[in-house]
């Protein structure tokens, strides 16, 4: 009997979890589509008519969401992508509480609790856990802290859970991706310039994504100066705290970021 590959993917409806989905499906996967928005959800499926891709209405954020994903899966899955995220930018200090719990709720405790409630299908597969960070899951950046917290952390789950499942079969790639043009952008845009950052297509990093997961690598970073800068900063911070440091101090950085402050 044939085996059907099934990839879930959570934050599925649009942005990096929409293009996840369609190369998934170019890859023989069936996936399972995971998001808040029901139309959403029925747009990604629409580009992959090929493929019997199921949709599941979930906030991962809940208990109740993560119950229907389970549901879902079935005793069976291939790989879980861990990619629902949520993002603030501006000054710590303009940083309410409710965005910083929505953060650390959508981009660090959801993938644990996801992945938690999964590993018996995951076994049953000896499937692969990837996890969508953040190049800012290594080099932290002024004005995104908390987001660049939660990815910090989220790479730090990725390392204690591959140790911690070597042996089982399962696996755990870790994938960090820049800046990626979405509609998440637009939280962001008027820094894109003075911060210097390099934007890649949702279909670049999927499509990297992918390469590594297949390839059952333990971490994918982006080509380019970025992977550099990794680097640096896990041999030599004090050099990343004086360019970064110059750059958030610069008067066009603060400039552009009088618009979000005052949002």
């Known amino acids: ?15 990096i979890g929409r293009a996840l989905a369609i190369e998934a ?24 008519p090929d493929v019997q891709a199921r949709i599941v209405v979930a906030d991962v954020t809940t208990a109740e969401g993560r119950h229907a994903i389970v549901e879902a899966a079935g005793h069976r899955l291939d790989v879980l992508i861990n990619n629902a995220g949520t993002l603030s930018v501006g000054h710590l200090r303009d940083t309410d509480d409710a965005a910083l719990e929505q953060m650390c ?3 660090l405790v959801a993938p644990m609790a996801v992945t938690r ?11 692969r856990v990837a996890n969508i960070g953040s190049v800012f899951g290594d080099i932290a950046y002024p004005f995104f802290a908390a ?9 730090g789950f990725s390392d204690a859970l591959r140790r ?18 979405t509609a998440a952008e637009a939280e962001f845009a008027a820094l894109v310039e003075p911060l210097a950052m390099t934007l890649d297509s949702a279909e670049q990093v999927a499509a990297e994504a992918w390469a590594a997961i297949k390839a ?7 080509r380019g100066k970025e992977r ?10 004090s050099l990343v705290d004086r360019s970064v440091g110059a750059q958030a101090r610069d008067t066009r950085t603060l400039r552009a970021l009088e618009p979000v402050s005052k949002a």
Not at 164 to 181: C, D, N, Q
Request: hydrophobic letters at 40%; charged letters at 20%.
């Open 117 to 127: 409630d999964l590993l018996p299908a995951l076994r049953q597969a000896q499937g």
């Open 1 to 15: 009997m044939t085996h059907t590959m099934t990839a879930l993917i959570t934050g599925a409806g649009s942005g």
């Open 147 to 155: 987001y660049s917290a939660t990815k910090f952390g989220l790479r």
């Open 164 to 181: 911690e499942l070597s042996g089982s079969g399962v696996g755990v790639t870790y994938i960090a991706p820049r800046a990626t043009r």
């Open 105 to 107: 709720a959508t981009n």
């Open 228 to 237: 550099l800068f990794v680097k640096v900063q896990r041999l030599f911070p």
């Open 216 to 222: 059952g690598r333990r971490e994918s970073f982006p």
């Open 25 to 48: 499906a170019r890859r023989g996967y069936t996936p399972i589509l995971v998001g808040r928005t029901k139309s959403s959800l029925l747009e990604t499926q629409a580009l992959v």
